[in-house]
């Protein structure tokens, strides 16, 4: 799935199309191609989710009712869920519905599934959105502060922090910031509680420290992979070149290892974000924000499967979507496939 | 292997993991107090007869750190040996049998990594039944798919070298090729990923305990103590962040060791040492 096997993949496809063949545009073809992977895997994932719910042991309605429930409670609620109809059937009526923004009902809260979600998704993409507009700007600048000082000290202090970040857990961090920033200093507010029809600023003084929470653990990986994948560059043959040829440090830059670092930076971007939608479940958690991933873990403790479903595959489709366009991202930007031969 | 040449911040993560292995295996006989006996006060502030103070329920902090470790370390490494097991066998088998088995292989991986990790794990733990047994299952299922990716790609790069080949021609069966042949030329590179992903095991363990689906209450372990004691924050007792310490300590010691093994596998091969 990842950039490094398609973009390989490439060069082999037009040698084998005879040379006549007018529709020699590979870009394209495997821009179609990876879109049609991605709509492929999300079928999968949804058949994996559903079915694989279907395989595992664990009945719900004995875990609902207690382990003494009579057997004939048992079945009036398997029929009550709808459980007693084959699994395809089910499967099929909730991939239709779906297509149409409908998940089904909480067991639970017998509340509709896709109301809650359209709420809380909301929510979610509110924090990341702010979450990846501070990072992305300053993981990239510190990744290229990195390369240029590499092995002095900044280069040093950027890989310790980095080890650090990737060691701590989201918990800690957060916990940490609230107690310094929310308890101790009364800066910050926690818990992070938003409602409908509040202003602008007071929203974003009350994820002030989900963000924080975030970026921390975000930017360390990407400002690790963005200095590998600068460094990589920077170390290349040609670029070795340009030193030699005596030109200056900003033109090498701009001209010689800018539009080859595109892409694997952009490419790091992308599948950090995908790694940010995940960060999202347990900074919610921690800070009681009501995002969609506090609202699947909460469904998961009471084994609330058509919430725990819809969320799944809304994760599932976020980080399938992201990781589609870090793919797409680093076929557009490779310009061996902009000049087909 | 000259112990002159392991560097500060390696002996930092040895001597770390040390302690932490140490208190996991002689928890009972070292700690003060009981995993679950209530001794003193709610949120005792550290110092005095509690060293780092007691919890929610008045329990010995120390004490349930150290057997917390006992309980993290146990599950965490018996999920990644495991974890290990199955990539690596899978990996090897896709690499060197090739072919439709590769395909297969591959594809299934392709498709089990397409979700993250968590969120495959909370819908899976969704419907299975809670139990220690099941959190070490799925959580070495999901570690292995990363773990195979890594094996296939590395025995790819050494299934192709001549030795193998020779092997091959020889007439040597596929399992001596890949226990004989293959594992021992990939070990380095292994063996950093087995501690990055014994790395991630803890966090990943400590996460889930800390969202209530890993290990159950009243044993210990890190992540659900975090849990436990969170609504302390709020008052300013910070009982909760000395488990995330713990975690963090833990996770970076092992994090060091892994540093040096992979700037040292790298430099055996000759490369530049670059990250």
Known sequence: MSASTETTKAPAQPLSTPASKPDGNPLLRLILKRLGLSAVLLFAVSLMISGGIEALPGDFATTYLGQSATPEAVE????????????????????????HGDFGTSWASRNSVGEQIANRLGNSLFLAFFAALISVPLSITLGMVAVQFRDRWPDKIVSLASLAAISLPEFFIGYLLILFFAVKLGIATFPATVYDGMGVMDRLSAIALPVATLVLVVLAHMMRMTRAAILNVMSSPYIETAELKGLGAWRIIAHHAAPNAVSPVVNVVALNLAYLVVGVVVVEVVFVYPGIGQYMVDAVKVRDMPVVQACGLIFAAFYILLNMAADMIAIIANPRLRHPR | MNFRAIPLSAWIGIIGVAIA????????????????????DVWAPPGGEFLFGTDNLGRDLLSRLIFGARTTILVALAATVLSFALGMLLSFAAAVT???????????????????????????????PQSLLVLVLVMAVLDSTRVYRLGRAVALDVAV??????ARLRGEGTGWIIFREILPNTLAPLLAEFGLRFAFSILFLSTLSFLGLGIQPPAADWGGM????KDGILFGVSAALIPGAAIAFLAI????????????ASSLRGGRGDG
């Open chain 1, 76 to 99: 009036n609620i398997r029929k009550d869920l709808g459980l007693d109809r084959p699994w395809a059937e089910r499967y099929l009526s909730w991939l239709g519905g779906i297509a």
């Open chain 2, 21 to 40: 292995f140490f208190c996991a295996i002689f928890g009972p006989w070292i700690a003060p107090f009981g995993e679950t006996d209530v001794v003193g």
């Open chain 2, 98 to 128: 090739g072919g439709i088995v590769d395909q297969v292989l591959s594809r299934v991986n392709d498709l089990m990594m397409s979700i993250p990790m968590l969120i495959f794990a909370l819908v899976v733990l969704a419907v299975l």
């Open chain 2, 161 to 166: 070298m001549e030795f193998v080949e020779a």
């Open chain 2, 226 to 229: 975090v849990k436990d004691n």
């Open chain 2, 253 to 264: 010691c092992v994090n060091l060791i892994v540093d040096w093994l992979l700037k040292r």
